[in-house]
């Protein structure tokens, strides 16, 4: 995805509030994150050429802590149980079943822009479990076939991951 002149714009915003760039690229990539929902190369090349900061060392920190994406989020972003509840209770089967429904591995986002999948720890809801979350909302007892039906209505155009 190509960056755009306001996001580009944005991130200069960003990085002017630092006077002191030297210890800061953790928070300038964080705010980027938090605002514009990933970081991708352009705003990693942006960071580099305001910050001097050079590129390798903005890419070390975006692929070294989970909590940076160098992609953005599909428009329902499912996170698929993966703790100890959850997997005795069948999250391979469910991420599975996910992963034939929406086209696309865990770890990335469909072609169509509309789905990530995506393997988490523990979503703390283990009585529930076998559990997933559709933007922050939980879906438990899962099974592969309640899954599949709520990607059903989520492509056309339900809001029950709402």
């Known amino acids: ?9 944005r991130v200069a915003e960003i990085v002017s509030r630092y006077r002191n760039f030297s210890g800061a690229a953790i928070p300038i990539l964080q705010e980027i994150q938090n605002e514009l929902g990933y970081v991708s190369h352009e705003f990693i090349a942006k960071v580099s050429e305001l910050t001097k900061i050079p590129a390798s060392d903005l890419y070390g920190i975006v692929t070294f802590y989970s909590q940076f994406r160098l992609e953005p989020l599909g428009e329902y972003h499912i996170q698929i149980c993966h703790g100890t ?10 991420t599975e079943a996910l992963e034939i429904a929406v086209n696309t591995k865990c770890g990335s986002t469909s072609k ?3 789905f990530t999948l995506e393997k988490v720890a ?3 809801c283990c009585s529930l479990a076998p559990v997933i979350s559709v933007n922050g909302k939980i879906h438990g007892r899962m099974t592969p076939d309640k899954a599949r039906g709520l990607i059903r209505d989520l492509k056309g155009g ?3 991951g709402n």
């Open 85 to 94: 509840a959850c997997h005795l209770a069948g999250a391979d089967q469910i």
């Open 112 to 114: 169509d822009g509309k």
């Open 158 to 160: 339900g809001s029950r």
């Open 122 to 124: 523990c979503i703390g």
């Open 1 to 9: 995805m190509q960056a755009s002149s306001k996001q580009l714009e």
